[in-house]
């Protein structure tokens, strides 16, 4: 039918795209997935196990920096439309290793824009033509970026990271994502691709890499080992429940306009301080240090989870404060989280004591 919809979604097998993936799928019955994924550490099919048998997706192992393979995809499944996550996502990793960051997201991302550039307006296929005389839209390109591309913020709670803020990455992931981002930028500007780009701020929930704060907590809660914080923990993030995230790329997807930038976030500052004392307190009541038999010390004296607590050298360049104002995503598009943080952080809570127990 004319509404079939054949998508190349890239990096889905790590934590928001295995999110997004089944929740697409379910709520789009005319839509094929493509979906393409190097599986580097950070990836894993286990995360995509419920979409294994739907006819409507197709996983493909592969480098989204190898060309020739990205355009055969174009090809053969005649892609026209495309939802970008793939990215080498964490800070601590770009500290040590910034080369495959830029590899990754800056190289990557331009060799799929480009390639959709190629085929969807100047190739055999003429679907840039063709969108014109039907009066329709060109496919769109849609780039997941991060609320780090704008920097850090002072402590005045008024002030936010608004889609006019300007870039000022301090990190190589960030600064990575920003050039990601801005290649995005050129490329609706030069070629008139029809493009959408949402800078999301910090996710949490189910399949989470245990690299990242919330597994880490949770899981050396559980075990009985030191729980790790930064420097003086009082660095503030703005959480959004990963769920939220995904029905915020679903709207800019299909409603957002071209050439635009979306902001997405939560409202939900927290001081990674707040975040671990509120873990600990749910860990408390669901599942006591007296009934836990992976604990090292239970027959110590501890009560609480908090007394795990351990306070560690700071990142290097760490920001101080993240915090998103998703105005123009509310109110132009009519999005909103459904999860508050207390409803958010149960659900993940509730999957990590599954994955780790
Ligand atoms: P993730 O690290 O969990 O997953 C990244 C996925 O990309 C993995 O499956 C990995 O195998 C794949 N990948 C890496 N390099 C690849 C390559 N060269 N070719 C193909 N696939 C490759 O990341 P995530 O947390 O799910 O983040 C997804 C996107 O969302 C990223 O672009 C990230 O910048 C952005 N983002 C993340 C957050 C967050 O809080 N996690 C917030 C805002 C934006």
């Given at each position: 039918t004319t509404k079939t919809k054949n998508i190349l979604l890239t990096g889905t097998a790590g934590f928001i795209g295995s999110n997004f993936v089944p929740y697409f799928l379910n709520k789009y019955p005319e839509y094929n997935l493509i979906n393409l994924d190097?599986?580097?550490?950070?990836?894993?099919?286990d995360n995509l196990k419920e979409c294994?048998?739907?006819?409507r997706y197709k996983f493909i192992k592969g480098d989204i920096c190898n060309r020739e393979l990205v355009e055969f995809i174009f090809t053969e499944y005649d892609i026209n439309g495309v939802i970008h996550f793939a990215a080498e996502s964490h800070v601590d990793n770009s500290i040590k290793n910034p080369g495959v960051f830029v590899q990754t997201n800056v190289t990557g991302t331009f060799t799929l824009i480009d390639v959709a550039y190629k085929y969807w307006m100047?190739?055999?296929?003429q679907y840039h033509s063709k969108f014109k005389t039907q009066n329709s839209t060109l496919p769109r390109f849609h780039h997941i970026s991060t609320d780090e591309v704008y920097g850090t913020l002072s402590l005045d709670p008024t002030d936010l990271f608004t889609e006019t803020t300007p870039y000022a990455p301090n990190s190589p992931y960030s600064a990575s994502k920003a050039s990601s981002d801005m290649i995005i930028r050129a490329y609706n500007e030069t070629y008139g691709m029809n493009t959408v780009i949402t800078n999301c701020s910090n996710n949490y929930g189910p399949?989470?890499?245990?690299?990242?704060?919330i597994p880490t907590i949770i899981r050396n809660a559980l075990k009985g080992n030191p729980i790790p914080i930064y420097g003086d923990g009082k660095n503030i993030r703005d959480w959004l429940y990963v769920l939220d995230h995904c029905k915020g790329i679903d709207v800019v997807y299909h409603t957002g306009k071209t050439g635009e930038t979306y902001n997405i976030g939560g409202r939900n500052e927290r001081t990674n301080l707040q975040i671990v004392n509120t873990i600990c307190e749910i860990l408390d009541k669901k599942y006591p240090i007296k009934n836990n038999?992976?604990?090292?010390?239970?027959?110590?004296?501890?009560?609480?989870?908090?007394?795990l607590i351990t306070f560690v050298e700071d990142r290097a360049g760490h920001d101080r404060r993240y915090a998103i104002d998703a105005t123009k995503l509310e109110n132009e598009l009519g999005w909103k989280a459904d999860e508050n943080f207390d409803s958010g952080i149960l659900l993940t809570i509730e999957w990590y004591l599954e994955k780790y127990n």
């Open positions: 190097l599986l580097t550490y950070a990836g894993t099919l294994e048998n739907n006819p100047t190739g055999p296929n399949k989470q890499h245990d690299e990242k704060l038999s992976k604990f090292k010390t239970q027959n110590s004296t501890l009560s609480s989870y908090k007394s």
